[in-house]
Structure formats: structure tokens, C-alpha cells
């Protein structure tokens, strides 16, 4: 079991995975809809030279979970932006999230820019959200759940609106950071939204070996 | 969903849960009480404000939820949904003379705000459950509801989702249209973006220690009446006394200081007024003229093109936003009108 940090964000409390020290710049993971953090370092970020760090999102793994829920992906930013604030002792960071938090990845990219050197979008739950406009979907109660992840994260992240404009927005943000291209695709499934994303100017397209390879050298 | 709310964090009054009614005040009605309201509520020093007849709160999905009500509770339910910033009792005038009418008046606070429990997580689906929390609490049968401001936008899209609950619905200045966003370049809109996304993170970082600020009763009014330039101040004052707390260091607003103005998001306000169509129950709006910082900025011609079938739209002259507060009666009037036109009365209902 990794080292854990308990952060508050409001009323709810995050828990930051210690996977790994180094030195240098902090790798932050962020896990899908549903899914908590790994207790180990992924094979996949075991070259990275600085300490490893995982979040559980509010309502999954370790952290609080909420009643009456009221999700939205603008919160898990928040929860994200907690983790980054608990890291600036290590400087600016560099992001990977899977599913739903590469979106979330994204927006922290964007949101707090300065404080961001490069954020990795790769497959997972929660990845493609939900439309891009105005829906017929209507509203249910949902009995709670003993273990998380909470049901109302569950149901209410997946249908979360995600218009490609908004999420292009962040990737102009990031562009503060000083980087040519501070946002990594390396997710092989496409949703509008990433999609748009993709095309626009300082996005790379890589797989996350290479785009790790590239942030770390940064 | 009528179990006891246990563990509640309270703030202010304390409301007894939904299987302890509040008793209703003993007190006979004040002399300068709405004409007809019901016999027995508690005098208020504003003129015609009436404080609600029974109070209580609902477990609604683990949030303690307060209720407010004017009436029989034998009458036919009438549901009023309040906007944001506001509360229940910012109905206290308007609500009795809908109580009046015969009408079982219910209102609730939304999470975070008036009485109701703060949450972990506040959201528009969040609202939504809880409103159906309440409406399931009274009946399972279609009622009139009524909406103010974010309660009137919140309603268009719950009677829209599901219609069955809906007999009738009124919106008083409550349809969004499109953010009044000055013409700047996209550049430049992008930076506006991010002074909107960083300072509402900045906002979230400091959210578990803050707390609102305290003053007098009137530092509080006149704050208040900075947002609400057009409501008399003693109507303000009348606010603080249902809608803020007492401590050693002075008043504060009871609604969770987590809570800010603004903030963003991929929802665009525009989107609310294309659900109204569709609507299938007979549609009141009633929007004011004059244009106020807590407003949409909704305009009549706006609105016109998107009304359902056989709706209506009614503009008062010279009233802000908060229409129901600054012409009580007019508003009052046309809302029951409305009801009696298409072949509801609480009235008759109610003395069943």
C-alpha cells in the first residue's frame, strides 16, 4: 500500500498516493470514471525521474464520499487543482490522466498554465463524456453504495457536456506555459471533444512513452 | 424520503424534521398582515410579510433539505422555487397571498442556501433532485409551479425532463438568454475566460476555513441591497432576520460560503430557452423591464419566438428582477388569474 496524503478541498477529503520519490518535477496521475489510483507505479511512468504522485477524484478510491452527489467535471478540476497546490514545493508539475481525467488533465493544463509542463490524454473510463449540446435526459435518485466509487459520480461524470469549443479553450490556456506544445493526445479513441482537441496548434499526438520522454526533458 | 435528517449541520434556526412539524404560532395574525393569509402566523415587522405555517426538513439523498409552507396543508399543493443567492422566505410576502387563495404553498431552500443543509457538491442535477425530493414528498400528482430567476430556469428544465409533474408552470424572470459578453476579440476572450477559471480555483482553495463575512443587520442589508438596488431597504432588513445567523461577532448570511457568484462551464445560457416550446403545461412568464445585475438580461423579444403553445409572456413595466417582491399583488394577481383561467383554483381545492 502506497503512502497516502490526506487533502482537503472544501468539505471533502483527497487522497494524494505517494508511488514514488526522485528529483525533479512531480508526475501527477489522474484515473477514470470509476476507476482509483494504481498503489504502484505504472510500468509506464517508472522511467520518470521526478516523485510520482496519484489523486483519488472525490467519490472514488480513498476520498470522501459525498451524499446527495452534484459532480461536474469543473469539480474534479478543483479536486486536481488541490494536488497541485500540495506538490508546488516540487515546482511545476507534468500531468497524465486516463478516461475522465485527461479531460480533467486537460483543463488543469489550461487553468493553471504557469504551474503545468505538459499534460498526457490517454483511453480510459470516463473518456468520452457526455454531448456535446442540450439533452432530453432526465433526473433519477440513486440508492448510495456502501464501497465508492459513488453512484452519483458515476451517472453524473458520463453525461457531463463536453463541446468541443470549451475544450479547446484550455488548450489555448496552456499555451501560457511557454511550451510549443504543452498537451499530449495519446489516447487511440477519439470523442468530439478530443478530437477537436487533437487538431488544434500545440497539441502533439504520441504515444505516452514518447510524450513523458518529451515533457521530462522540458 | 420523509426520514429524519440526522446529523444535520445546522446553522441559525433550528427546524425540526419532516415527522416533527413545527407547531403553527399561536399568535393571531399581525394587523398589517395580507389580507386574508392565514390566521396565525408569526408577525414580521415587514408590512405583509407572513412567516411561513409549517417548517421542517427532508432527507433528500442524505441532504437535510428545509420546507417551508403557507396554508392548508389540506389544500392543493402549489410549488414555489426560489433563485440563487435567495431563500424560501424570500417568498414571505408573496407566497401568503397564493395561500390566500386557498392554495397549499410549498418552497424549500435550495442546498447550501437558507436553512437547507451545505453541501459537499453543489450542481444544476443536484438542484433538480432535490426539488424532486420535495415534489414527491407532497404528491404524486401534477401541481402548478412557479419559478423565480435560476428557480424559474431550473423549472423550464425539469418540466421539460419530466412534464408529469407539472399542472401548470409560471416563470418569473427566469429564462436565460445569451451573457451579455462585451464585443472583444477571441484573444481577449480567452484571457476574460481565465481570470474566470483561476480566480474560481483560487476560490475552491480557500473554501474549507471561510466563512461569510459578519456585521450588523444592516451592514448586511445594505450589502444585500447592493445586488438588490431596487427593494426597499426594510424589506432587506426583513431578509437578514429569516435568511442570516446571530453569533457573538455579529450577523452572516446562513447560505454556504462556498458558494460565489460566476463561475464557468460548458453550459451556455441560451440552451435553457430552447426546452420551452416543447413544454406541454399551460406557460406564464413574467419578466420585469428594468435590467439588474442578479437579472438574465432577458428581453420580451427574446423570449416571444420560443413560447409553447398557447403560452404567454407578460412584461411589468418599470419592476426589476424580483418582480413577485416589488409588485406583490400584480404578480400575485396574474399568477392566480392564470391558474383560474385554465381550471385550477386552490381556492375551491382547498375547501374540500
Redesign the interface.
Known sequence: MSDVTMLTHNRVQLALHHLSEGTGRALLLLHGLGEASPVVVPAWAAAWPGPVRALDFTGHGRSTVPAGGGYSAEIMLADADAALAALAEHGPITVVGRGLGAYVALMLAGARAADVRGAVLCDGPGLAGGAIGPTSQSFVALPPRELPPDPYALFELSRDLRPPDYATLFVRLALDSGLDEPIAVAAKVRPPWLAAVAEEVGVLNATVDEALATFAAV | MRNRVTGQRRRGRNLAPMDEPTPPPSAAAPPDATPGATPGATPSVFPGAVSPDREYLLD????GIAVHEWGSEQADPLFLVHGGFDFARTYDVFAPKLAAAGWRVVSWDQ?GHGDSE??????W??D???A??VMDSITQYPAPVIGHSKGGSLMIQ?A???PFRFSHLVNLDGIPYKRRIPDVSEHER?RM??GE??G??DH??S??TSQRKPGTLEELARRRGRMNPRLPFEWLCHLVTVGAFESEDGWRWKIDP?MRFG?????RPE?TI??LPGLPMPFLGILGREQEEMGWGTLPHHVYPYLPLGGRCEVLEDVGHFVHIEQPDVVAGMVLDFLEASGASGANRGAA
Request: aromatic residues 12%; proline residues 2%.
Open positions: 433528500a439523498g442524505g441532504i442546498r451545505h453541501a459537499a457538491l453543489y450542481s442535477d443536484g433538480l433532485r432535490d424532486m425530493a425539469l421539460d425532463a419530466q480567452t475566460a481565465a477559471i483561476t474560481w480555483l475552491r482553495r473554501t474549507a462556498s463561475g464557468f462551464g460548458p453550459w440552451w430552447t426546452r
